[in-house]
């Protein structure tokens, strides 16, 4: 059973950094696109970062130049670094399997002073 579990959501000021790390189970990620999604309170769930088998990155344009994604087959865990935080990142933020065969529940980052 292919399980994914998100951390690293929290609590930071504008202008802040946070880390997010979705680890995988049951499937091997150096053979998976994998992808980071948020949701903001009252919208629609949007594509943040993603990642493929072949290590090709798409980033959304909102997030260009402050977040980086990258992953570690060895640890089957990829990672979104998020810099330069604004209060219009706020979110819940999910991890996702193969453009969504599977996702995570979520972790909250809220971006307020």
């Known amino acids: 059973q292919v399980q994914l579990v998100e951390s690293g959501g929290g609590l930071v000021q504008p202008g802040g950094s946070l880390r997010l790390s979705c680890r995988g189970s049951g499937i091997p990620f150096s053979h998976s696109t994998v992808g980071w999604d948020r949701q903001a309170p009252g919208e629609e769930r949007v594509l943040v970062a993603r990642i493929t088998s072949g290590s090709a990155i798409q980033y959304a344009d909102s997030v260009k130049g402050r977040f980086t994604i990258s992953r570690d087959n060895a640890k089957n865990t990829v990672t979104l670094e998020m810099t330069n935080l604004k209060p219009e990142d706020t979110a819940v933020y999910y991890c996702?399997?193969?453009?969504?065969?599977?996702w995570g529940k979520g972790t909250l980052v809220t971006v307020s002073s």
């Open positions: 996702n399997l193969n453009y969504g065969i599977a």
